[in-house]
């Protein structure tokens, strides 16, 4: 089954042909960072006409890249939520016009449960153990789950506040460190001489499982600015270093230790972990080292958002559900998971 899918959730306008829910024939993401940049941030509003001015471009692309044409297309995925409710209406409104017009069903996906699909992608089907732990880490969100099956979920642990990638472009940003941060702040710790400062993620009370990084931030923030917010001396690049590496340690060992808790409350046989924070390699290192149960991490172009993650988890809910959505999806800015 051939499955052409398309993401647009937020900054990134994705395609990608997808034969059979694993192997991608191609995949064509447009960034809009350069966009972006100069706000320290995403731009709903230019985010939308970026999205406008590009979609049938990156379409066209993926079609020449997989040698395929439109008429070939068994299903087209979109992603119908979370996200910014102007940038789904473009990728939903086109989806809907194209399956309608080319006689094709439609099939919805949840954006989040996408990011860990993206990790089972790169895994050899038959090593899909489940029960399973889910850890999705990105700009939007930060969610641990346990994985029953593909589409069958409990959610363990989520964000009360700022999501970890949100903290690293946040951190960045007060550091001067343009935007998306998490690769500015990897590049900066890895180089980080210096290793002196100590940083402590939020604990949420009751809720172990739970994950909170708006303090963090704020403590970061009283170390460049002083205690009373008014030191405007800019750092040095050994102080920067110092402060990027001591952050990046501090939010990973509490996700890794919120992960070891999971797995010693919940036997699970595999961790699947997704989103644009699982590109950072000292992430990767630190959690290889902590755990000895099997590791999938998505292929690096995997873990941003995109369209294979999509096209790959709509070949399975069509598989199971044999459901044509086009009269029924709407967008979902925020969905459960
Ligand atoms: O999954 P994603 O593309 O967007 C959402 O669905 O939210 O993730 C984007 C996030 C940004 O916050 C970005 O700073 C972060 O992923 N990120 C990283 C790295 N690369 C991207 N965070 C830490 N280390 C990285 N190497
Ligand atoms: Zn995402």
């Not at 970061?220 to 110092?242: F, S």
């Amino acid at each position: 089954m051939l499955v052409l899918g398309l993401e647009t959730t937020c900054d990134e306008t994705s395609c990608a042909l997808v034969r059979d829910g694993v192997e991608i024939l191609s995949l064509v993401i447009s960034s809009q960072i350069d966009l972006h940049r100069e706000f320290g941030g995403v731009v709903p509003e230019l985010a939308c006409r970026r999205h406008i001015d590009v979609i049938s471009a990156v379409l066209q692309e993926a079609l020449e890249k997989a040698n395929c044409l439109l008429s070939d297309v068994d299903l087209i995925a979109v992603a119908r939520g979370p996200g910014l409710i102007g940038a789904l209406l473009i990728g939903i409104t086109f989806a809907k016009g194209l399956a309608y017009a080319n006689k094709i069903p439609l099939v919805g996906v949840n954006h989040i449960e996408a990011h860990l699909y993206a990790a089972m992608m790169t895994a050899d089907p038959k090593n899909l153990m489940f029960p399973s732990l889910g850890v999705v880490l990105s700009g939007g969100h930060t969610s641990l789950v346990l994985i029953h099956k593909i589409g069958s979920y409990t959610l363990l642990g989520q964000t009360v506040d700022d999501a970890i990638g949100e903290a690293f472009d946040k951190v960045a940003k007060i550091l001067d460190l343009p935007y998306p941060g998490g690769p500015e702040i990897e590049r900066l710790a890895k180089d980080a001489a210096l290793d002196t400062l100590q940083f402590k993620p939020g604990k949420v009370k009751g809720r172990p499982l739970d994950f909170s990084f708006s303090g963090i931030k704020t403590n970061v923030l009283y170390k460049v600015r002083g205690n009373d917010l008014k030191r405007i001396t800019p750092l040095l690049a050994e102080e920067k270093g110092a402060i990027a590496k001591a952050f990046q340690r501090s939010v990973f060992q509490d996700v890794i230790e919120k992960i070891q808790l999971a797995v010693q409350e919940n036997p699970v046989k595999a961790i699947f972990l997704g989103g644009g924070v699982t590109q950072n390699k000292e992430l990767r290192r630190m959690l290889q080292e902590a755990t000895t149960l099997p590791l999938f991490w998505p292929k690096l172009d995997l873990c941003m958002d995109n369209g294979a993650m999509i096209a790959g988890l709509g070949y399975q809910k069509f598989l199971e559900n044999k459901e044509d959505m086009l009269f029924t999806i709407e967008p979902e800015t925020r969905m459960p998971f």
